[in-house]
C-alpha cells in the first residue's frame, strides 16, 4: 500500500482550508497507526540514537537520504532543536546534509523521517532560502513539527522572520506559541511589532502562555496611548490583558507585568470611546473582576488606585448602550436555540 507522505498531507489541508490555521495541527496524521519508541530515562542522551543512525549513514558516501526511510523506528526522535542531531549535521558535509534532510522533508511519510529532515535542514550551517517554502509548509502540521519548523525559519534572515508570520497566522496549538515567542525575539522590527499587536492572541487557553510577552515586547504600553492606537489595536489589547489577567499559571500574569497599571488605565480610556459589542464586554467584564482580586501592590499602586481602575470599567458597563449588548446577545442564543429546536423537530416528524 502505497502511503501518503506527510508533506503532501499538509499542502492538501491547506489548499482545502485556504489561509486558515489547519484544524487540530493537521491531525490525524496518515502515520498515526504507528507505534513511537519513549524518550527513555536520561534525559540527556536523548536525540543520541539518531545522530547515531546519521553518522553512519553520512559515512557511507554512496548512500542515498532513501536508504534512512525507516532507520528511526526503534528510537525516540526529538521533536525539538537538538544538540546531538545538529552535532551530527555538522560533522558531515553541508550539500548532502542539506540534500538529505530537503528529501526527508519532502517524501518522508513517517513523523520520525519528516522530523530528522527538518532537524538537519534547522543548522545555521544548512541554512538556505530555497527551503523556506518547504519549511513553513510542514509547520503547518503544526502539532508535531511546529518547534522545529519555527527553529528552522529563525536561521534565514528577512526572508525567514516573513515565514514566521505566514506560519503564525495560520497554526494554533503549541505550534502557534513557538512562532509567537520567535516573533517577540524580533519584535523591534515594524512589522512584526504590528502583527504582534494585532493578531497574536488566537482566542484561546494557549493566549496566556504568550501574552505578556507580546506586551512586553511589542511595548503595549506605548502602543495604546498612541494617536493612531485603532480599534483593531485596542481590541487585541483588551485580549492580551484579559489573558494575563486570567492568569492560568503558564505565562506572565498581570500581577508581573510592570505597566499594568498604566495599561489597564489606558484601555479603559480607550474602551469608553469604542462602540458596545458583547466580545468588548465581555473582556472588560473579566478584566475588571481580576484586578479587583489583585492585591494594590501586585499592580504596583496603591489600594483606592486600583479601586479607580475598577470603577472606570464598571463605569462604562453599566452605561445603557453598554447594558444593551447583553440582552441583545442573550436574545440571539434563544433565537439560535430556537431554530434548532425547531429542525429538529421537522426531521423528526418529516415536515
Known amino acids: 500500500m502505497i502511503r501518503e507522505r506527510l508533506h503532501d498531507h499538509a499542502v492538501l489541508l491547506h489548499r482545502q482550508g485556504k489561509d486558515d490555521p489547519l484544524p487540530a495541527g493537521g491531525e490525524p496524521y496518515p502515520d498515526d497507526q504507528r507505534p513511537r519508541t519513549g524518550i527513555g530515562r536520561d534525559a540527556r542522551r536523548v536525540g543520541a540514537d539518531v545522530a547515531a543512525i546519521l553518522d553512519a549513514h553520512f559515512a557511507e558516501p554512496a548512500a542515498a537520504p532513501r536508504a534512512l526511510v525507516g532507520a528511526f523506528d526503534a528510537v525516540y526522535v526529538p521533536v525539538h532543536d537538538n544538540e546531538h542531531v545538529a552535532a551530527a549535521a555538522l560533522r558531515a558535509g553541508r550539500k548532502r ?6 528529501w526527508l522533508v519532502r517524501h518522508g511519510v513517517d513523523r520520525r523521517e519528516v522530523a530528522v529532515g527538518l ?3 534547522g543548522t545555521e550551517a544548512t541554512a538556505s532560502d530555497k527551503d523556506i517554502e518547504l519549511i513553513r509548509t510542514i509547520g503547518l502540521l503544526s502539532a508535531e513539527f511546529g518547534a522545529l519548523a519555527v527553529e528552522s525559519l529563525r536561521h534565514r534572515g528577512d526572508a525567514g522572520i516573513e515565514a514566521l508570520l505566514w506560519l503564525a497566522a495560520r497554526t494554533t496549538g503549541w505550534g502557534r506559541v513557538h512562532a509567537i515567542e520567535a516573533l517577540c525575539s524580533v519584535a523591534v522590527l515594524p512589522e512584526v511589532r504590528d502583527w504582534l499587536l494585532r493578531h497574536a492572541c488566537a482566542g484561546d487557553d494557549l493566549d496566556a502562555v504568550t501574552a505578556g510577552a507580546v506586551a512586553t515586547a511589542a511595548h503595549l ?3 495604546i496611548i498612541a494617536e493612531d492606537a485603532d480599534d483593531e489595536l485596542v481590541d487585541h489589547a483588551a485580549a492580551l490583558l484579559r489573558a494575563m489577567a486570567d492568569g492560568s499559571g503558564q505565562g506572565m500574569t498581570l500581577a508581573d507585568y510592570p505597566p499594568a497599571r498604566y495599561v489597564i488605565a489606558a484601555h479603559a480610556r480607550r474602551l469608553a470611546r469604542q462602540k458596545p459589542t458583547w466580545a468588548r464586554y465581555a473582556a472588560a467584564a473579566v478584566i475588571a473582576d481580576r484586578i479587583a482580586r489583585l492585591e494594590p501592590e501586585q499592580l504596583g499602586c ?3 488606585q486600583r479601586e479607580r481602575l475598577v470603577e472606570r470599567y464598571e ?3 453599566r ?3 453598554w447594558q444593551a449588548v447583553v440582552p441583545r446577545r442573550k436574545a440571539k442564543r434563544k433565537a439560535k436555540a430556537a431554530t434548532t429546536r ?3 423537530t421537522s426531521r423528526r416528524t418529516g415536515r
Open 319 to 321: 452605561l445603557r448602550r
Open 119 to 121: 532537524a538537519l535542514l
Open 342 to 344: 425547531r429542525r429538529t
Open 97 to 102: 546534509v542539506r540534500r538529505t534532510g530537503r
Open 221 to 223: 504600553h506605548a502602543a
Open 315 to 317: 463605569k462604562i458597563l
Open 302 to 304: 496603591t489600594k483606592r
